[in-house]
C-alpha cells in the first residue's frame, strides 16, 4: 500500500516569495490534514479536509494561507506572502475518516525562509 | 480546547533498559483516544499505540505499554527492552472522538545510548 506523497522535502525561499506544496494521501482515504511543526515543537492543525470539504480551519492564517482539496483526492497548501516565521516542516496526514483508524503521515516538507 | 503537556524535554535510556515517558491531558470530554507517536529523524510520523478512553485496559504492542489514569488525566509510554532504532522524538496526542484532528504535545526526545 502506497503511504501519504509530500512534494518537495525542502524548499527554501525569501521572505514575500509564494510556495506550494502538494499532498497525496492514501487512496480511499477520506480526511486529509495538514499541520505545521516549528522546530521543538508538536506539529499544530493548520486545516482538516473531508472530502473536499472544510471541516476545520480555525488555526490556518487565512491572510497568506490557502488550502485546497479538489475532487477530495490530492491538495495543496500556498503560502503567499511568505514570512520568516513560517520556516518549518509541513506535514500531510490522512485517515479513512474522521475518527476512524490510524492517521498516516508524509514526510513532510521543510520550508526555510530567509 | 484540549492541552497536552509532556514535562520531559529529553530522555536517555541505555540499551536492554526500560524508560517511560510521560504525558498529561486536559479536556471535558468522556470519550476520546489517545496515541504516542514516534517521529525519527527522517521526519515521518509513526504510530506507536493507542488507547481508546472508554476502554479500561492498557494497550500494549510489543515492547511498549501504557498506564491511563483517566481521572488523573495521565497517560505514559513505557517502553521496555530499549533498542537503538527507538531513538527519535516521541509525542502524545489527543483526539475526540467526533472527527476531529490529532492535537500533540511538544514532545520528549529519547537518546537510546549501547
Known amino acids: 500500500e502506497a503511504g501519504v506523497a509530500q512534494s518537495p522535502r525542502y524548499k527554501i525561499i525569501e521572505k514575500r516569495q509564494s510556495v506550494a506544496f502538494w499532498c497525496n494521501p492514501i487512496s480511499g482515504h477520506a480526511t486529509l490534514y495538514w499541520y505545521q511543526q516549528i522546530l521543538g515543537q508538536g506539529p499544530k492543525l493548520l486545516i482538516q479536509?473531508?472530502?473536499?470539504?472544510?471541516?476545520?480551519d480555525s488555526q490556518l492564517p487565512k491572510d497568506r494561507f490557502s488550502a485546497e482539496r479538489l475532487k477530495g483526492v490530492d491538495s495543496t497548501l500556498k503560502i503567499q506572502p511568505a514570512k520568516l516565521e513560517d520556516s518549518a516542516v509541513y506535514l500531510c496526514?490522512?485517515?479513512?475518516?474522521?475518527?476512524?483508524?490510524?492517521?498516516?503521515f508524509g514526510q513532510g516538507t521543510r520550508l526555510t525562509v530567509v | 480546547a484540549q492541552t497536552v503537556t509532556q514535562s520531559q524535554p529529553e530522555m536517555s535510556v541505555q540499551e536492554a533498559e526500560t524508560v517511560t515517558l510521560s504525558c498529561t491531558y486536559d479536556?471535558?470530554?468522556?470519550?476520546?483516544?489517545l496515541f504516542w507517536y514516534k517521529q525519527p529523524p527522517s521526519r515521518q510520523m509513526i504510530l506507536v499505540i493507542r488507547?481508546?478512553?472508554?476502554?479500561?485496559q492498557n494497550a500494549t504492542e510489543n515492547r511498549f505499554s501504557v498506564n491511563f489514569q483517566k481521572a488523573a488525566k495521565s497517560f505514559s509510554l513505557k517502553i521496555s527492552d530499549s533498542q537503538l532504532g527507538d531513538t527519535a522524538m516521541y509525542f502524545c496526542a489527543f483526539m475526540k472522538l467526533s472527527g476531529y484532528a490529532l492535537n500533540f504535545g511538544k514532545g520528549t526526545s529519547l537518546l537510546v545510548t549501547p
Open positions: 496526514a490522512s485517515t479513512e475518516g474522521p475518527s476512524l483508524g490510524e492517521a498516516f
Open positions: 479536556t471535558s470530554e468522556n470519550n476520546y483516544y
Open positions: 479536509f473531508q472530502n473536499n470539504g472544510v471541516v476545520d
Open positions: 488507547q481508546e478512553a472508554y476502554k479500561q
